[in-house]
């Protein structure tokens, strides 16, 4: 009888006692990630700065810019953070490749997946130097006057962390490939990467409420 008090007693122990313990490398992203929220969010207040300085420029140099151009490269990279979850999950599900024919969306695996989002983000980058390229012919330049230089510093370091992203996104897709077995390491660098991507996404919205719709 005592032996079986005993038994259920460390039983009882060995349950308690386990412990989940958060996943640093995801923590560590987080924690990064609130400081590069600091860094932009003093890029924010630069451009309010300015705008409140010298509103007269916003008032010029605005009518420059193309809106629906901007909607439709904004709509790709929004919709690039949806093609970017869907690698995460197949990831989870610990499918690196599609398991049937390339139209059968539906059984892609997160190279698949991963490697839609990089088209989709580069062609953001490519809309923005597209964008760029037609300002810059109409006279406006970061040297031209306050709001042709806050505007490039806030799209343009953007754009800097888009190529990050982009990157990441190799580095996530050569070690995908060269791993022997997709595990656990291989689906936490897919979270951590898709967490930067998302604060990539979100933070770009902002910029672009604040840039082209509030003027």
């Not at 599900?93 to 969306?105: E, H, I, K, N, T």
């Not at 077995?181 to 770009?204: K, L, N, Q």
Request: net charge neutral; proline share 3%; hydrophobic share 50%.
């Amino acid at each position: 009888m005592t032996n079986v008090s005993t038994a259920t007693a460390a039983s009882s122990t060995s349950v308690h006692v386990s412990v989940n313990r958060p996943n640093p490398v995801s923590v560590g992203t987080i924690v990064w990630l609130a400081s590069e929220l600091m860094f932009f969010a003093g890029l924010f207040a630069m451009y309010f700065t300015l705008r409140s300085t010298v509103p007269e420029q916003w008032a010029e140099h605005t009518q420059l810019l193309n809106l629906p151009f901007a909607v439709a490269n904004t709509t790709v990279l929004v919709l690039s953070s949806v093609t970017c979850q869907m690698g995460v999950w197949a990831a989870e599900r610990f499918q690196p490749r599609r398991s049937g024919p390339l139209w059968a969306v539906g059984r892609w695996g997160m190279n698949e997946w991963v490697t839609l989002t990089y088209v989709m983000g580069a062609i953001f980058i490519g809309g923005q130097i597209y964008e760029y390229a037609g300002l810059v012919s109409e006279g406006l330049t970061i040297s031209s006057s306050a709001y042709g230089s806050v505007f490039y510093l806030t799209t343009g370091f953007h754009g800097l962390h888009v190529i990050g992203g982009l990157i990441a996104f190799l580095f996530l897709l050569g070690r995908s490939f060269s791993a022997k077995r997709f595990g656990h390491h291989e689906a936490t660098t897919s979270i951590v990467t898709s967490y930067y991507w998302h604060f990539v996404d979100v933070v770009w919205i902002a910029l672009f409420a604040v840039i082209y719709l509030i003027k």
